[in-house]
């Protein structure tokens, strides 16, 4: 069983930065791959980014490449997401996830494990 706690959301300015850290329990978060994912009010929960296993690839949304990074330190038991540049368009509760495999996905479906969300408001 692998429980996942996200921290670090907040309310912030257009143009402001944030650092959101997921930190996973368990002896195997070190396997598999990992993602995050918004849901903003009255949406579907999407797609943010995701890093696999090792932490050798990344992948993004659109919406967001160039803009936040996702890492992650296995011996920590934690990933993370480095927010810059942040928009009205990126309020919503960001969700860490684990999907059981080295490679993530990009669909939200496929995700096994997920943290209780965190809330990311940008204002104007």
């Known amino acids: 069983q692998v429980q996942l706690v996200e921290s670090g959301g907040g309310l912030v300015q257009a143009g402001g930065s944030l650092r959101l850290s997921c930190a996973a329990s368990?002896?195997?978060?070190?396997?598999?791959?990992m993602a995050w994912f918004r849901q903003a009010p009255g949406k579907e929960r999407e797609f943010v980014a995701a890093?696999?296993?090792?932490?050798?690839?990344?992948y993004y949304a659109d919406s967001v490449k160039g803009r936040f990074t996702i890492s992650r330190d296995n011996a920590k038991n934690a990933v993370y997401l480095q927010m810059n540049s942040l928009a009205i368009e990126d309020t919503a509760v960001y969700y860490c996830?684990?999907?059981?495999?080295?490679?993530?996905?990009?669909?939200?479906?496929?995700?096994?494990?997920w943290g209780q969300g965190t809330q990311i408001t940008v204002s104007s």
């Open positions: 368990g002896s195997t978060f070190s396997r598999y791959g």
């Open positions: 890093i696999n296993w090792i932490g050798t690839s990344t």
């Open positions: 996830a684990l999907n059981g495999a080295r490679v993530p996905t990009m669909r939200a479906d496929t995700y096994e494990y």
